[in-house]
Nanobody, 115 residues
């Protein structure tokens, strides 16, 4: 059974930082491209950051210079370091794992940035 378990969300003030973690089980983690997505109330889910199995990263323009994605294959974990948080970063953040035709999602973790 595949599981992606996110953690690290919470309430933070404008300008603060959070680090999200997503730990996978039931997959050969090193094979999978990993990503972080977010969905704010009334909006579509959007890609925030991704990292390939080879370590190549991609960030949405809205978070470049503030967020960093990384992975630790030994721990089956992908991270999203979020700095200089803004109110518009408030959303549920989801972890995604994909490899060829397989795709899995975590249950999401809430991030709320208060002004």
């Amino acid at each position: 059974q595949v599981q992606l378990v996110e953690s690290g969300g919470g309430l933070v003030q404008v300008g603060g930082s959070l680090r999200l973690s997503c730990t996978a089980s039931g997959i050969t983690f090193s094979y999978y491209n990993m990503g972080w997505y977010r969905q704010a109330p009334g909006k579509q889910r959007e890609m925030v950051a991704s990292i390939t199995s080879g370590g190549r990263t991609n960030l949405a323009d809205s978070v470049k210079g503030r967020f960093t994605i990384s992975r630790d294959n030994a721990k089956n974990t992908v991270y999203l370091q979020m700095n200089s948080l803004k109110p518009e970063d408030t959303a549920v953040y989801y972890c995604n794992a994909n490899y060829i035709r397989d795709a899995y999602w975590g249950q999401g973790t809430q991030v709320t940035v208060s002004s």
